[in-house]
Protein backbone atom coordinates (compact mmCIF):
# COMPACT_ATOMS: atom_id res chain seq x y z
CA UNK A 1 0.00 0.00 0.00
CA UNK A 2 1.35 3.43 -1.00
CA UNK A 3 1.56 6.01 1.81
CA UNK A 4 3.52 8.48 -0.19
CA UNK A 5 -0.14 10.99 -0.46
CA UNK A 6 -1.22 9.88 3.45
CA UNK A 7 0.08 13.15 6.04
CA UNK A 8 2.14 12.21 8.68
CA UNK A 9 1.13 11.29 11.92
CA UNK A 10 4.03 13.28 13.61
CA UNK A 11 6.49 10.69 14.74
CA UNK A 12 9.17 12.46 12.63
CA UNK A 13 8.66 16.10 14.72
CA UNK A 14 10.14 14.15 17.78
CA UNK A 15 14.04 15.12 17.32
CA UNK A 16 12.67 18.73 16.83
CA UNK A 17 10.84 18.49 20.18
CA UNK A 18 14.43 17.22 21.12
CA UNK A 19 15.92 20.04 19.60
CA UNK A 20 13.84 22.88 21.48
CA UNK A 21 13.93 21.03 24.61
CA UNK A 22 17.91 21.23 24.49
CA UNK A 23 17.24 24.74 23.55
CA UNK A 24 15.11 25.78 26.64
CA UNK A 25 17.50 23.91 28.96
CA UNK A 26 20.34 25.71 27.43
CA UNK A 27 20.73 27.97 30.42
CA UNK A 28 21.16 24.46 32.74
CA UNK A 29 24.67 24.23 30.91
CA UNK A 30 25.91 27.46 31.11
CA UNK A 31 27.74 26.20 34.30
CA UNK A 32 29.20 23.06 33.54
CA UNK A 33 31.62 21.38 36.19
CA UNK A 34 35.05 19.46 34.88
CA UNK A 35 36.61 17.41 37.21
CA UNK A 36 40.13 17.15 36.42
CA UNK A 37 42.75 15.06 38.17
CA UNK A 38 46.80 15.32 37.20
CA UNK A 39 48.91 12.64 38.64
CA UNK A 40 52.43 12.71 38.23
CA UNK A 41 56.02 12.71 39.79
CA UNK A 42 57.34 16.36 41.19
CA UNK A 43 58.97 18.32 39.53
CA UNK A 44 57.15 17.21 35.87
CA UNK A 45 55.26 20.58 35.86
CA UNK A 46 52.38 19.95 36.38
CA UNK A 47 51.43 23.02 37.92
CA UNK A 48 52.73 24.89 34.51
CA UNK A 49 50.49 22.70 32.61
CA UNK A 50 47.13 23.58 34.42
CA UNK A 51 48.58 27.30 34.58
CA UNK A 52 48.93 26.87 30.54
CA UNK A 53 46.13 25.42 29.46
CA UNK A 54 43.87 27.56 30.56
CA UNK A 55 46.11 30.51 30.02
CA UNK A 56 45.51 31.90 33.73
CA UNK A 57 47.25 30.95 37.08
CA UNK A 58 45.19 28.54 38.70
CA UNK A 59 47.72 26.77 40.86
CA UNK A 60 50.77 29.06 42.84
CA UNK A 61 54.41 27.13 41.27
CA UNK A 62 56.20 25.50 44.80
CA UNK A 63 59.65 26.35 44.52
CA UNK A 64 61.90 23.22 44.67
CA UNK A 65 65.04 24.77 44.63
CA UNK A 66 65.19 26.64 48.04
CA UNK A 67 68.47 25.39 50.42
CA UNK A 68 67.02 23.02 53.51
CA UNK A 69 68.98 22.66 56.47
CA UNK A 70 68.71 19.17 57.86
CA UNK A 71 65.60 19.40 59.93
CA UNK A 72 63.52 20.95 57.19
CA UNK A 73 65.07 18.04 54.82
CA UNK A 74 63.41 15.33 57.27
CA UNK A 75 60.43 17.00 58.10
CA UNK A 76 60.13 17.09 54.17
CA UNK A 77 61.14 13.50 53.65
CA UNK A 78 58.45 12.69 56.26
CA UNK A 79 55.54 14.72 54.69
CA UNK A 80 56.36 13.53 50.84
CA UNK A 81 53.14 11.04 50.71
CA UNK A 82 50.55 10.72 47.88
CA UNK A 83 48.11 13.57 49.04
CA UNK A 84 44.82 14.96 47.37
CA UNK A 85 44.84 18.83 46.72
CA UNK A 86 41.61 20.46 45.42
CA UNK A 87 41.56 23.71 43.74
CA UNK A 88 38.32 25.00 42.74
CA UNK A 89 37.25 28.62 40.58
CA UNK A 90 35.67 29.48 37.74
CA UNK A 91 36.21 30.00 34.01
CA UNK A 92 34.14 32.28 31.75
CA UNK A 93 35.06 32.88 27.96
CA UNK A 94 31.85 33.91 25.90
CA UNK A 95 29.16 34.19 28.53
CA UNK A 96 29.82 30.75 29.52
CA UNK A 97 31.30 29.53 32.83
CA UNK A 98 32.70 26.39 33.82
CA UNK A 99 33.25 25.48 37.29
CA UNK A 100 36.57 23.92 37.35
CA UNK A 101 37.76 21.51 40.09
CA UNK A 102 41.30 20.91 40.47
CA UNK A 103 42.49 17.68 41.96
CA UNK A 104 46.39 17.65 42.53
CA UNK A 105 48.16 14.61 43.60
CA UNK A 106 51.70 16.06 45.29
CA UNK A 107 54.21 13.39 46.28
CA UNK A 108 53.15 10.53 44.49
CA UNK A 109 56.17 8.85 43.48
CA UNK A 110 58.66 10.98 45.69
CA UNK A 111 59.20 8.08 48.42
CA UNK A 112 62.05 5.64 48.85
CA UNK A 113 59.59 3.21 49.11
CA UNK A 114 56.54 3.76 46.80
CA UNK A 115 54.29 0.49 47.10
CA UNK A 116 50.79 1.24 46.75
CA UNK A 117 51.42 5.01 46.36
CA UNK A 118 48.37 4.47 43.49
CA UNK A 119 45.83 3.64 46.35
CA UNK A 120 44.69 6.98 47.85
CA UNK A 121 43.86 8.37 44.35
CA UNK A 122 41.80 4.97 43.56
CA UNK A 123 40.14 5.37 46.98
CA UNK A 124 39.51 8.89 46.13
CA UNK A 125 37.73 8.24 43.37
CA UNK A 126 35.70 5.38 44.90
CA UNK A 127 34.74 8.32 47.64
CA UNK A 128 33.28 10.97 44.90
CA UNK A 129 31.72 7.68 43.05
CA UNK A 130 30.21 6.73 46.73
CA UNK A 131 29.49 10.25 47.70
CA UNK A 132 27.17 11.12 44.69
CA UNK A 133 25.33 7.72 44.64
CA UNK A 134 24.21 8.50 47.95
CA UNK A 135 23.54 12.12 47.28
CA UNK A 136 21.03 10.04 44.41
CA UNK A 137 19.36 8.29 47.46
CA UNK A 138 18.11 11.16 48.98
CA UNK A 139 14.60 12.51 48.84
CA UNK A 140 15.23 15.81 47.29
CA UNK A 141 17.87 15.55 44.30
CA UNK A 142 17.42 18.63 42.52
CA UNK A 143 20.97 20.09 44.09
CA UNK A 144 23.67 17.28 43.73
CA UNK A 145 27.30 18.28 44.27
CA UNK A 146 29.50 16.36 41.96
CA UNK A 147 33.18 15.65 42.62
CA UNK A 148 33.66 12.50 40.55
CA UNK A 149 36.65 12.62 37.93
CA UNK A 150 36.42 13.58 34.33
CA UNK A 151 39.59 13.53 33.75
CA UNK A 152 42.71 11.90 34.97
CA UNK A 153 46.27 13.44 32.95
CA UNK A 154 48.79 11.08 33.98
CA UNK A 155 52.12 12.59 32.98
CA UNK A 156 54.91 10.15 32.05
CA UNK A 157 58.48 11.03 32.91
CA UNK A 158 60.33 11.22 29.85
CA UNK A 159 63.58 8.85 29.84
CA UNK A 160 65.50 7.00 27.06
CA UNK A 161 64.38 3.45 28.52
CA UNK A 162 60.67 1.80 29.04
CA UNK A 163 57.69 3.13 32.05
CA UNK A 164 57.94 2.43 35.39
CA UNK A 165 56.50 0.11 37.35
CA UNK A 166 55.15 2.00 39.02
CA UNK A 167 53.14 4.08 36.68
CA UNK A 168 52.73 1.28 34.76
CA UNK A 169 50.38 -0.09 37.81
CA UNK A 170 49.08 3.08 38.54
CA UNK A 171 47.98 3.55 34.80
CA UNK A 172 46.34 0.31 34.92
CA UNK A 173 44.23 1.05 38.05
CA UNK A 174 43.14 4.21 37.53
CA UNK A 175 41.96 3.07 34.29
CA UNK A 176 39.43 0.73 35.76
CA UNK A 177 38.14 3.55 37.59
CA UNK A 178 38.24 7.08 35.35
CA UNK A 179 39.13 8.22 31.86
CA UNK A 180 42.51 7.84 31.77
CA UNK A 181 45.03 10.37 29.53
CA UNK A 182 48.69 9.95 29.09
CA UNK A 183 51.29 12.47 28.42
CA UNK A 184 55.07 12.87 28.14
CA UNK A 185 55.91 15.57 30.30
CA UNK A 186 58.95 17.81 29.15
CA UNK A 187 58.88 16.50 25.91
CA UNK A 188 61.43 18.99 24.72
CA UNK A 189 64.25 17.39 27.12
CA UNK A 190 64.21 14.01 24.23
CA UNK A 191 65.36 14.58 20.56
CA UNK A 192 62.67 13.85 18.00
CA UNK A 193 64.15 10.36 17.06
CA UNK A 194 64.29 9.69 20.45
CA UNK A 195 60.54 11.35 21.25
CA UNK A 196 59.14 8.93 18.74
CA UNK A 197 60.78 5.48 19.95
CA UNK A 198 59.60 6.72 23.81
CA UNK A 199 56.27 6.92 22.31
CA UNK A 200 56.10 3.54 20.73
CA UNK A 201 57.38 2.17 23.90
CA UNK A 202 54.60 3.99 25.97
CA UNK A 203 52.11 2.66 23.44
CA UNK A 204 53.37 -1.24 22.97
CA UNK A 205 53.40 -0.81 27.33
CA UNK A 206 49.70 0.19 27.32
CA UNK A 207 48.82 -2.24 24.69
CA UNK A 208 50.40 -5.41 26.48
CA UNK A 209 49.57 -4.08 30.20
CA UNK A 210 45.67 -3.92 28.73
CA UNK A 211 45.78 -0.23 30.66
CA UNK A 212 42.30 1.10 29.14
CA UNK A 213 42.87 4.92 27.60
CA UNK A 214 40.29 7.60 26.88
CA UNK A 215 39.93 7.52 23.21
CA UNK A 216 37.43 10.36 21.11
CA UNK A 217 34.08 8.59 19.59
CA UNK A 218 34.41 8.50 15.91
CA UNK A 219 31.03 8.25 14.55
CA UNK A 220 31.83 7.19 11.57
CA UNK A 221 28.19 6.32 10.85
CA UNK A 222 27.12 9.68 10.84
CA UNK A 223 28.86 10.33 7.40
CA UNK A 224 26.11 7.41 6.06
CA UNK A 225 23.18 9.40 7.24
CA UNK A 226 20.75 11.16 5.27
CA UNK A 227 21.82 14.63 6.50
CA UNK A 228 22.85 17.25 3.93
CA UNK A 229 26.23 17.85 2.36
CA UNK A 230 27.37 20.57 4.86
CA UNK A 231 26.94 18.29 7.44
CA UNK A 232 28.37 15.31 6.02
CA UNK A 233 31.99 17.36 5.58
CA UNK A 234 31.56 18.50 8.71
CA UNK A 235 32.00 14.84 10.53
CA UNK A 236 34.10 13.83 8.00
CA UNK A 237 36.47 16.38 9.32
CA UNK A 238 35.31 15.72 12.80
CA UNK A 239 36.39 11.89 12.01
CA UNK A 240 39.78 13.09 11.11
CA UNK A 241 40.32 15.17 13.63
CA UNK A 242 39.49 12.59 16.30
CA UNK A 243 41.84 9.78 14.81
CA UNK A 244 44.48 12.42 14.59
CA UNK A 245 44.08 12.87 18.46
CA UNK A 246 44.13 8.94 18.73
CA UNK A 247 47.06 9.06 16.41
CA UNK A 248 48.85 11.30 19.03
CA UNK A 249 48.74 9.34 21.78
CA UNK A 250 50.45 9.21 24.03
CA UNK A 251 50.68 13.19 23.93
CA UNK A 252 53.95 14.96 24.14
CA UNK A 253 53.67 18.17 25.83
CA UNK A 254 55.84 21.31 26.60
CA UNK A 255 54.17 23.74 29.32
CA UNK A 256 55.02 27.55 29.75
CA UNK A 257 53.89 30.46 31.51
CA UNK A 258 56.27 32.71 29.87
CA UNK A 259 55.07 34.72 26.54
CA UNK A 260 57.43 35.87 23.38
CA UNK A 261 56.85 38.01 20.30
CA UNK A 262 56.55 35.59 16.73
CA UNK A 263 55.69 37.61 13.56
CA UNK A 264 54.20 40.33 15.83
CA UNK A 265 51.97 37.65 17.97
CA UNK A 266 52.47 36.79 21.33
CA UNK A 267 53.12 33.13 21.81
CA UNK A 268 53.54 30.81 24.94
CA UNK A 269 57.13 28.91 24.62
CA UNK A 270 60.61 27.80 25.76
CA UNK A 271 63.70 29.85 24.69
CA UNK A 272 66.75 28.10 24.37
CA UNK A 273 70.24 29.33 23.01
CA UNK A 274 69.44 27.57 19.67
CA UNK A 275 65.40 28.63 19.31
CA UNK A 276 61.98 28.97 20.49
CA UNK A 277 59.78 25.93 21.60
CA UNK A 278 56.21 27.02 20.58
CA UNK A 279 53.76 25.21 23.03
CA UNK A 280 50.78 25.58 20.49
CA UNK A 281 52.88 24.76 18.05
CA UNK A 282 51.83 21.30 16.58
CA UNK A 283 55.28 21.31 14.92
CA UNK A 284 57.11 21.47 18.23
CA UNK A 285 54.24 19.09 20.48
CA UNK A 286 51.17 18.12 21.24
CA UNK A 287 49.60 20.49 23.39
CA UNK A 288 47.54 22.09 21.51
CA UNK A 289 45.47 18.40 20.40
CA UNK A 290 45.22 17.64 24.05
CA UNK A 291 43.61 21.10 24.97
CA UNK A 292 41.38 20.11 22.38
CA UNK A 293 40.87 16.89 23.62
CA UNK A 294 39.88 18.45 26.93
CA UNK A 295 37.83 21.20 26.32
CA UNK A 296 37.35 22.22 22.87
CA UNK A 297 36.04 18.92 21.30
CA UNK A 298 35.37 16.03 23.78
CA UNK A 299 34.59 18.31 27.06
CA UNK A 300 31.42 16.73 27.17
CA UNK A 301 32.30 13.00 26.03
CA UNK A 302 34.50 12.86 29.13
CA UNK A 303 31.95 14.03 31.15
CA UNK A 304 28.97 11.59 29.26
CA UNK A 305 31.61 8.63 29.69
CA UNK A 306 32.40 9.33 33.36
CA UNK A 307 28.66 9.43 34.29
CA UNK A 308 27.50 6.15 32.05
CA UNK A 309 30.31 4.21 31.87
CA UNK A 310 32.87 4.27 35.02
CA UNK A 311 30.34 5.66 37.57
CA UNK A 312 27.78 2.89 36.43
CA UNK A 313 30.11 0.03 36.54
CA UNK A 314 30.81 1.38 40.57
CA UNK A 315 26.98 1.85 41.03
CA UNK A 316 26.95 -2.02 39.61
CA UNK A 317 29.01 -3.87 41.44
CA UNK A 318 28.12 -1.75 44.87
CA UNK A 319 24.52 -3.25 44.24
CA UNK A 320 25.64 -6.49 43.36
CA UNK A 321 27.57 -6.70 46.64
CA UNK A 322 24.44 -5.33 48.22
CA UNK A 323 22.34 -7.96 46.58
CA UNK A 324 24.45 -10.83 47.52
CA UNK A 325 24.67 -9.40 51.45
CA UNK A 326 21.75 -7.45 52.03
CA UNK A 327 19.59 -8.98 55.03
CA UNK A 328 16.43 -7.24 55.68
CA UNK A 329 12.75 -8.18 55.81
CA UNK A 330 11.08 -4.34 55.28
CA UNK A 331 11.92 -4.16 51.73
CA UNK A 332 14.69 -1.02 52.50
CA UNK A 333 17.54 -1.59 49.76
CA UNK A 334 20.65 0.76 51.53
CA UNK A 335 23.71 1.13 50.08
CA UNK A 336 26.41 0.07 52.84
CA UNK A 337 29.49 2.31 52.82
CA UNK A 338 32.66 1.34 51.59
CA UNK A 339 35.68 0.26 54.22
CA UNK A 340 38.24 3.31 54.02
CA UNK A 341 41.36 2.57 53.16
CA UNK A 342 43.61 5.68 54.23
CA UNK A 343 45.44 3.76 56.02
CA UNK A 344 47.93 2.47 52.53
CA UNK A 345 48.90 6.37 52.76
CA UNK A 346 51.70 6.58 54.19
CA UNK A 347 50.95 10.11 56.15
CA UNK A 348 47.88 8.43 57.51
CA UNK A 349 49.67 5.21 58.81
CA UNK A 350 52.03 7.67 61.06
CA UNK A 351 49.30 9.20 62.49
CA UNK A 352 47.43 5.99 62.99
CA UNK A 353 50.47 4.68 64.14
CA UNK A 354 50.95 7.53 66.29
CA UNK A 355 47.12 7.66 67.63
CA UNK A 356 47.63 3.79 68.28
CA UNK A 357 50.86 5.00 70.71
CA UNK A 358 49.07 7.24 72.00
CA UNK A 359 45.90 5.49 73.09
CA UNK A 360 48.25 2.35 74.79
CA UNK A 361 49.69 4.88 76.96
CA UNK A 362 46.38 6.30 77.67
CA UNK A 363 45.42 2.92 78.45
CA UNK A 364 48.46 2.01 80.67
CA UNK A 365 47.66 4.99 82.80
CA UNK A 366 44.06 5.03 83.38
CA UNK A 367 44.95 0.82 84.26
CA UNK A 368 47.73 2.39 86.76
CA UNK A 369 45.04 4.63 88.25
CA UNK A 370 42.38 1.35 88.39
CA UNK A 371 44.93 -0.83 89.74
CA UNK A 372 45.66 2.32 92.40
CA UNK A 373 41.69 2.71 92.74
CA UNK A 374 41.20 -0.99 93.52
CA UNK A 375 43.92 -0.80 96.41
CA UNK A 376 42.55 2.08 98.04
CA UNK A 377 39.26 0.35 97.86
CA UNK A 378 41.02 -2.98 99.48
CA UNK A 379 42.72 -0.98 102.18
CA UNK A 380 39.46 1.00 102.99
CA UNK A 381 37.63 -2.37 102.95
CA UNK A 382 40.25 -3.61 105.07
CA UNK A 383 40.02 -0.27 107.66
CA UNK A 384 36.46 -0.60 107.70
CA UNK A 385 36.24 -4.25 108.68
CA UNK A 386 38.42 -3.81 111.38
CA UNK A 387 36.94 -0.98 112.56
CA UNK A 388 33.48 -3.15 112.69
CA UNK A 389 35.37 -5.67 114.60
CA UNK A 390 36.57 -3.52 116.78
CA UNK A 391 33.17 -1.82 117.59
CA UNK A 392 31.60 -5.32 117.87
CA UNK A 393 34.23 -6.68 120.45
CA UNK A 394 33.22 -3.35 122.47
CA UNK A 395 29.37 -4.02 122.43
CA UNK A 396 30.70 -7.53 123.71
CA UNK A 397 31.97 -6.10 126.44
CA UNK A 398 29.47 -3.92 127.13
CA UNK A 399 26.90 -7.08 126.27
CA UNK A 400 29.33 -8.91 128.94
CA UNK A 401 29.11 -6.37 131.81
CA UNK A 402 25.47 -5.97 131.76
CA UNK A 403 25.20 -9.37 132.56
CA UNK A 404 27.46 -9.38 135.48
CA UNK A 405 25.61 -6.27 136.89
CA UNK A 406 22.39 -8.27 136.61
CA UNK A 407 23.35 -11.50 137.66
CA UNK A 408 25.17 -9.32 140.94
CA UNK A 409 21.71 -7.74 141.41
Not at 264 to 281: D, H
Amino acid sequence: MSTSNIPSVGISELPNQIYKKVLKNANKHNDQVLNLMVVGESGLGKTTFINTLFQTTIKERTTHYKRDTSDDLLKTINTKTTNIEITRCVLEEKNFNLKLNLIDTPGYGDFINNNKAWLPLCDFIDEQYDHYMRQEQQPFRSTKFDLRVHAVVFFIRPTNGTMKPLDIITMKELSKKANLIPVIAKSDTLSANELVEFKTKVRNCIDEKAIRIFTPPLFEEDISANVDEDTTNNNKLAIQHAKQLIESMPFAIIGSEDQYEVNGNKVFGRQYPWGLIEVENEAHCDFRKLRSLLLRTNLLDLINSTNEIHYEEYRKARLQVNDENKDNTHGINMVPAPVRKLSHNPRFKEEELALKRYFTEQVKVEEQRFRQWEQNIVNERIRLNNDLEEEQNKVKKLEDQIRMLQMKS
